[in-house]
């Protein structure tokens, strides 16, 4: 294969990256428009390479958009550096495709296309029949967003809260059958039990007394958590029970009404490493990528950096996984939804997605429906092209993760 590829410049981050991936080649050369080739866009792509491909140099040349005659030069001219260059033909003007089907009927050129979507790539060189194949492209969760211009921060969930270690995927699987059992009531304790916790706290060792008369009904949920192993040396009379949580996990998954639903989602999506190539759950998304560049380069080689660094507008998206090169954003309520959360997921996926990412919300309890049957809601989704998985506490973790994997 030849060391430099040319790209149409895309609007689109992914379309602009794919040779970079499959091929690191020693250079790309990128021709655009002005109104798309902009320089947030040129740096979030300069900092994608210099994490997966060091060692590709990048050149960026605007060609204006109504000229064909001046797009047409800037491809000779291109072709004439560097004759044994490969033209990616994902993204790109339609005046400089226009061209590109002038340049390719004056003279023999290279081409290649590798979809986003499906990593098939095909190969057409001068005198040979097409050549079609399937590249392994993968990049993460935390790359991706780099590439949209974005940072995941420090208070990112996998970073901040949660070691999935397979002992506490086990505890999730364990809490997610009591809150199955509960259902609707798992959000009113959960609820009662974060007041009380923050209004009670712990010894110095983490022991919690705390007033059976301050938690009500909600000390059933103790009662479930210390059958199934989840409290340590629980005891329990008829003023106050006492206890030491097993560890800060489990503190913390029922002290926030939401967290089991998302870890829930996160643990069954990570039972498919084949198909979802990497997970983040409680994604907190910096969207200011001026400022943070350095932390951004630094963040593959200097952890401490990264978790030094500031943060400016942040968004939070509750569970992102890939698929290879594709992100798939999910937002879990344990609630009702409303029609602000389908809002608010469309604006980050669209920010640090593209076209080419999936959204999804997920809902432990069933949609409301009219007296027709109809969920104007889910209507409302689908209008979005976003995808409704309610109703998880009714499914089990095989029909869960058939839905996840039908997100493409």
Not at 70 to 80: G, P, Q, R
Not at 178 to 206: F, M, Q
Request: contains cysteine; hydrophobic residues 40%; glycine residues 6%.
């Amino acid at each position: 294969m030849a060391d430099v590829f040319v790209e149409f410049f895309s609007d689109e981050a992914l379309e602009n990256v794919m040779c970079v991936l499959q091929y690191h080649p020693d250079k790309v050369v990128y021709l655009g428009h002005k109104d798309t080739m902009l320089t947030r866009k040129m740096n979030s792509l300069t900092n994608f390479v210099k994490i997966k491909s060091p060692d590709t140099e990048l050149e960026f040349i605007e060609v204006p958009r109504n000229n064909l005659e001046e797009c047409i030069n800037a491809l000779n001219d291109v072709a004439d550096r560097y004759p044994d260059a490969l033209f990616e033909l994902t993204g790109g003007g339609e005046m400089l495709l226009i061209a590109f089907g002038y340049l390719t009927a004056t003279r023999e050129v290279k081409t290649i296309r590798i979809d986003p979507y499906t990593g098939i790539e095909v190969r057409m060189m001068p005198g040979e029949k097409p050549v079609q194949d399937k590249d392994d492209i993968h990049i993460s969760v935390q790359e991706n967003i780099i590439l949209h211009g974005g940072l995941l921060t420090r208070q990112t969930g996998n970073y901040s809260t949660w070691n999935f270690t397979d002992e506490f995927k086990a505890d999730i699987r364990t809490i997610w059958g009591i809150a199955k059992r509960l259902r609707h009531r798992w959000n009113r304790y959960c609820s009662v039990v974060e007041d009380v916790i923050k209004a009670n706290p712990p010894d110095d060792t983490g022991y919690y007394v705390i007033s059976m008369s301050a938690l009500g009904e909600a000390v059933a949920l103790f009662d479930m958590l210390n059958s199934k192993g989840m409290l340590r040396n629980y005891k329990k009379d008829s003023k106050k029970i006492r206890f030491y949580f097993k560890n800060d996990s489990i503190r913390h998954i029922v002290t926030k009404t939401g967290n089991i639903l998302e870890l829930h989602v996160y643990e069954v999506a990570s039972r498919k490493p084949e198909l979802f190539t990497d997970e983040i759950i409680g994604a907190m998304i910096d969207w200011n990528g001026e400022k943070n560049e350095a932390e951004k380069i630094e963040f593959a080689n200097d952890y401490q950096r990264y978790m030094n660094a500031s943060y400016d507008t942040i968004n939070e998206i509750d569970v992102i996984l890939m698929r290879s090169s594709v992100p798939i954003f999910i937002s879990c309520k344990s609630g009702k939804a409303s029609s602000n959360s389908l809002h608010e997921l469309q604006t980050v996926t669209s920010r640090f997605g593209g076209k080419y990412a999936h959204k999804a919300l997920a809902m432990a309890m069933p949609c409301d429906k009219s007296a027709s049957g109809t969920s104007f809601f889910k209507q409302r989704a689908k209008e979005m092209h976003i995808w409704v998985i309610d109703d998880i506490y009714s499914m089990t973790d095989e029909e869960l993760l058939s839905k996840l994997c039908k997100l493409q």
